[in-house]
């Protein structure tokens, strides 16, 4: 395995990406293409990210010295990557007024594949959901890499790039934004990594996996800028439609003071054409994770949401603690409690949520 | 700039990296600036002025739960769902607000499960909608997505509104005055046999009471002359609005023999019986050629003629008789291109006399699809006579055509296939 190592270190130095979760690219000062396939971040990790998530991330890694050269990097042969997430959990939520629900689910087998026909330069990508229920694919893609990988050019049924990728797709940024790991949409995405800067172009349906329904397009931009503490970016989108139009925009930021990863995002969204005329809506997220130990983390973090500008009273917030424990390689469990505050005449706006949840990332 | 000498911006001079990070290292730091964010950060909306979705009262406010879509549109819909099912980028392009949802769901076919209706009229338990919020769908996850499942008591009027066959909301009557948007066959068409089926659609959905034999009518003039006294008024085995769409009225002459004529709807927007909306506000009918109908005020009949000749050796009559109703729909569809059978367009006369016309065959290239002057020369007459060489007799799967309108075809390709 020292080739993976050698190709790990490589691939840290020469930069593109790494992440699992945004937090941890604020905290090792990488970009999302350090740790991931994606240079957007999220989905299948490359061997760096593997190393990272078996070797530095959890407190204590079995089987081996911490920092040795065994690890899991999905490499199964030259031209074939694999990875995976298994993820389930119990959760409970409390509305006021109605009966607690509370249930432990085994939430999803995510399987991930990528098919170097040419490698380092030519790769078809598979991202599917292979159970608890009928398998169906989220994203399926053909990457061209060129100039050392400083550009890329994508094509196919991807996630598109739009802000701070969270795990989390209830956040009110993820949600409201309608951009999140539930919406791939087809379509192109060109990319530029250039030492500290990234930038990710899509042009898709704007159908958010819906089939094509109109000439109109959806067009979205990132770009950002890493440096070793903090990073900012900023992101536009604009989907025509037949429906009516969307405008999105957002600037993000993160910033590393000691154990300390912040993380922070202002969306602004204006839609055209609802049932209601023209809306504009703001959600934004200030969240701190703070590393106690290592394989310990606890994020905290404050979202708010104003539905729509023009109406007074309508906004909620949503604010979280949460334990993230990685006790060794492959596992993570996280425990959390959320508490959600909005309009006291909607109880699903001001219910509370406890987790507990176990990831399995492979 | 080194990162170790960013400056930050203090009164006394530069706060470098490292005393900022320390300070904002510190735990009671950060959960000082945490608190503060919480303290000073927007707060939660009080809710005064508002329903239970958030929105303004006077936009509808509180209705109760109840089997109907109006109620859910407010109590599920807009409380739970439009926060992500709305506008531009609705997962799904499923876009639930008030003025989609009824389109949007009843009858359509899920994008996850394409088997499955998203709401399947009068089966709850086979609509994809109920096993989304049930948590039963056999993909992705239950919805609201990462919130509390709606309650089942509340599921059970969805159910019940399922049940009772989905039907949209009445709603209280619009103001404004009803019109007709489309109407088949078009006004002025000229058919090659009577059609069993006449239908209009409106803007919004008549009083079913104010449809029937006294308010709509099709008679046909005998002598092409309209009301001379000799006129025929057909006996429409029904006349009602569409169970599934109540803006449409069907008219049903599967009953009446055709005959070469010239026929004339009215519906009436004047008089004694007359068509109504819910509000109770008369059909707006005025017809001048033009749809939508009307002048803008309530009141006017709606008088629209059409003909049934049998087919003319003229393309806009076999546009009419065959290429519209039998070539174009789900094959012959455009856009034009290289490629069978879509990019042979038959979907107008203009797209089928450019696809025809002096343009060779893609099957037999040597062969020109419409020879003008030259039926025996004309691909076309070889498809659809079944001599061709290739390929299969056309219309594909279906009857062949009759032999008066091949025999139309056959003249109007001898006649210089015009335009």
Redesign the interface.
């Known amino acids: 395995m020292k080739r993976a190592v050698l190709f790990a270190v490589i691939a840290l130095l020469l930069a593109p990406d790494a992440r699992s979760e945004p937090y941890l690219a604020v905290q090792k000062g990488m970009k999302c293409v350090a740790c991931h396939t994606s240079p957007s971040g999220g989905g299948k990790r490359n061997s760096y990210g593997n190393y990272f998530a078996q070797r530095e991330l959890p407190a204590r890694t079995l089987g081996a010295a911490t920092g040795g050269a065994n690890f899991w990097d999905g490499e199964l042969f030259k031209y074939l990557a694999i990875g995976g997430d298994i993820r389930g959990g119990w959760n409970r ?1 409390e ?1 006021p007024g ?2 607690t ?1 509370s249930d432990t689910e085994w ?1 999803e087998f995510i399987g991930y594949a990528e098919v170097k026909l040419i490698p380092n330069t030519l790769s078809v990508h598979l991202d599917a959901q292979l159970a608890p ?2 398998p ?1 694919i989220r994203e399926q893609y053909l990457r061209l890499s060129l100039a050392d990988g400083r550009f890329y050019l994508k094509g196919g049924e991807f996630f598109l790039p739009f802000g701070l990728r969270l795990q ?3 956040a009110f940024i993820r ?5 999140n790991f ?2 791939p949409d087809t379509g192109w995405e060109l990319g530029w990594e250039q030492d500290r800067w990234s930038v990710q172009f899509a042009v898709s349906r ?6 094509e ?1 109109d000439s109109g397009k ?1 067009y979205s931009l990132v770009v950002s800028h890493v ?3 903090w990073r900012v970016g900023g992101s536009v989108n604009f ?3 037949a ?4 405008q999105m925009q957002n600037v993000f930021a993160g ?1 590393r ?4 990863s ?1 993380l922070g995002e202002l969306d602004f969204i204006i ?1 055209e ?4 005329g023209r ?1 504009e809506l703001w959600a934004g997220l ?1 969240e ?1 994770n ?1 590393q106690l130990t290592r394989g310990h983390n606890i994020k ?1 973090s ?1 979202e ?1 949401f ?3 500008d023009d ?7 949503r ?1 979280s603690l949460l334990w993230e424990y990685f006790p060794i390689q492959f596992v993570q469990t996280r425990l959390g409690y959320r508490i959600y ?6 109880p ?2 001001n ?1 509370d949520q406890y987790f507990a949840e176990l990831h399995l990332p492979f | 700039m080194h ?1 170790n000498e960013l400056a930050w911006p203090h009164p006394a001079g530069a706060l470098k ?1 490292e005393q ?6 510190s ?1 009671r730091t ?1 959960l000082a ?2 608190v503060a ?2 303290v000073t ?16 009262l006077g ?1 509808g406010g ?1 209705v109760p739960l109840a089997p109907t879509l109006g109620s859910i549109q407010a109590n599920v819909f807009d ?2 769902c439009v ?2 099912h ?10 639930l ?4 949802s009824f389109a949007n769901l009843v009858g359509v076919p899920s ?3 394409g088997s499955t209706l998203r709401v399947n009229p009068g089966l709850p338990d086979q609509s994809y909608l109920i096993q989304k919020l049930e948590g039963t ?5 239950q919805m ?6 709606i ?1 089942a008591s509340t599921i059970a009027f969805v159910r019940q509104w399922i049940s009772d066959g989905a039907m949209p909301d009445p709603g209280p009557g619009p103001t404004t005055p009803p019109v007709v948007v489309a109407m088949t066959p078009d006004p002025d068409s000229v058919l090659a046999t009577l059609p069993s089926q006449v239908t209009v659609a409106f803007d919004q959905e008549p009083d079913a009471a104010t449809i029937n034999a006294s308010t709509v009518e099709i008679r046909r003039s005998v002598d092409a002359q309209f009301d001379n006294g000799d006129d025929e008024v057909l006996a429409a085995a029904s006349i009602q609005l569409s169970g599934a769409n109540p803006r449409l009225l069907l008219i049903d002459l599967s009953g009446v023999t055709p005959v070469e004529d010239r026929y004339r709807l009215t519906l009436l927007g004047n008089g004694a019986n007359l068509i109504l909306n819910l509000g109770g506000v008369a059909l707006d009918g005025e017809f001048s050629g033009t749809l939508p109908s009307g002048d803008g005020t309530a009141g006017g009949n709606f008088v629209a003629e059409f003909s049934v000749q049998g087919i003319q050796p003229t393309l806009a009559s076999i546009q009419d008789s065959v290429f519209t109703p039998t070539c174009a729909p789900g094959c012959h569809t455009g856009p034009p291109g290289p490629g069978l059978p879509s990019g042979m367009d038959l979907s107008s006369a203009a797209a089928s006399y450019a696809s025809l016309v002096g343009v060779a065959s893609v099957e037999q290239p040597s062969i020109l699809r419409v020879a003008p002057s030259d039926a025996n020369a004309s691909y076309l007459i070889h498809k659809i006579e079944g001599t061709a060489a290739v390929g299969g007799r056309m219309p594909l799967g279906g009857n062949p055509l009759p032999q008066e309108t091949i025999d139309a075809i056959r003249l109007w390709i001898d006649q210089g296939a015009d335009p």
């Open positions: 939520i509305v109605q009966a629900t939430e229920d009928d169906f989390d797709d209830s949600q409201v934004g309608g951009i539930n919406t704007g159908t958010a996996g819906g089939p329904t959806q440096r070793d503490r989907n025509d439609t429906f009516g139009d969307r910033l003071t000691g154990r300390v912040w839609d054409g609802t049932s209601t809306r200030l701190a703070v905290i404050y708010h104003d539905p729509d109406v007074a009273e309508d906004e909620q917030n604010f505050d909005g309009i006291p005449q909607n699903a706006q219910r | 990162n990296i900022f990070g320390k300070l904002c290292t735990p950060v600036v945490l964010s919480f950060a927007c707060s939660a909306g009080s809710g005064d002025g508002l329903s239970v979705s958030g929105r303004p936009e509180n409380a739970a926060v992500c709305s506008g531009a980028t609705a997962p799904l392009g499923l876009r607000d008030k003025a989609n994008q996850q499960s769908a056999g993909s992705g996850a609201p997505l990462g919130g509390p499942p309650p």
